[in-house]
């Protein structure tokens, strides 16, 4: 496969101008700024049928899907060849898109087997645009998805409606990282350093209480500092609650800090 060094930008809403689309956009704007060629993809424009677990499996050995599938054929081609793949996938109840989940599933059934994308550098992005629920299990099935197919993924990003600027300008900043990145692909020894590698990644290991711990702290930074001034404070109490072996009081706490940080953001 050719790495053409061109950073393709996948948007997984059906929303064409939402939220996904503006993380990719910018995330593409800071691919282009290290001088990489970028292209911005609706998947909702490549509608990925579901797999039909045929057998026998011939699919892995073709190398296409054995039913007529335009849509991934485009799409897998498309990545197949790119130099560096961001995949942004909008967050539904805590998981992601269909659209992304069918993707998915059809490159692992056609491609895992064979590992063609050894090595790419990629960049996955989940907006949980709503309550914010799901920021990180969002990710988690996309940094699955890349570290099955063997990519060398860089750090995530967890994105919500509150955090959302400061996300875009993190967006852009790990797109101009993975432009810099998308001339080579740097396959793993073995499957060990391939898992160390993502054990290592910021935000995919948080238990579903530091998932909660995250979004309250990232609702409470965003707002102003007179906004309550006890957020802060009230964060450290649950922190010691865990710390003291109460890890429902404290999740309980953090929960009153996100709905009161929720409140305050609206305001
Ligand atoms: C079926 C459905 C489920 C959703 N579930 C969640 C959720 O679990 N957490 C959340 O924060 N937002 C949730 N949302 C809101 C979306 O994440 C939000 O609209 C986001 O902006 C979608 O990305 P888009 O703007 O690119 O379409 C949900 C939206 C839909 C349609």
């Known amino acids: 496969m050719s790495a053409n060094g061109k950073v393709i930008g996948l948007v997984g809403s059906p929303n064409r101008e939402g939220r ?20 911005l993809i609706q998947i909702s424009d490549h509608v990925v049928t579901a797999c039909k677990d ?27 060849n790119c130099g560096a793949l961001i995949l942004g996938a909008p967050v539904y109840w805590w998981d992601i898109s269909g659209l992304v ?26 907006i949980a645009g709503g309550t914010g629920n799901g920021l990180v299990s969002g990710l988690r099935p996309v940094y699955h998805f890349f570290q099955m197919m063997q ?25 101009e990282e993975i432009g810099e990145k998308a001339q080579h692909r740097i396959p793993f020894k073995g499957l060990e350093d391939r898992l160390l590698w993502y054990d290592a990644l910021p935000y995919l290991g948080l238990s579903r209480a530091g998932e909660r711990r995250l979004l309250s702290d990232l609702i409470v930074k965003t707002l102003p500092p007179d ?3 006890t957020f802060a404070f009230n964060l450290a109490l649950a922190d010691e609650m ?26």
């Open 20 to 39: 996904t689309n503006q993380l990719i956009t910018a995330a593409l704007g800071g691919a282009g700024r290290s001088g990489a060629p970028t292209e």
């Open 54 to 80: 045929c057998l026998p499996w011939v699919c892995k050995d073709n190398l296409a899907c054995t039913y007529e599938d335009d849509a991934f054929e485009f799409l897998s081609q498309k990545i197949l």
């Open 101 to 126: 989940k069918y993707l998915i599933l059809k490159m692992f059934r056609v491609y895992a087997f064979s590992a063609p994308l050894q090595g790419l550098p990629a960049l996955g992005i989940a």
């Open 151 to 175: 990519m060398r993924a860089i750090e995530p990003l967890p994105a919500t409606r509150f955090n959302f600027e400061d996300a875009l300008k993190r967006a852009e900043k790990l797109g």
């Open 227 to 229: 906004a309550e001034p």
């Open 242 to 267: 865990a710390a003291a072996g109460k890890p429902l009081d404290s999740l309980i706490e953090t929960t009153h800090i996100y709905e009161a940080g929720v409140k305050a953001f609206k305001r």
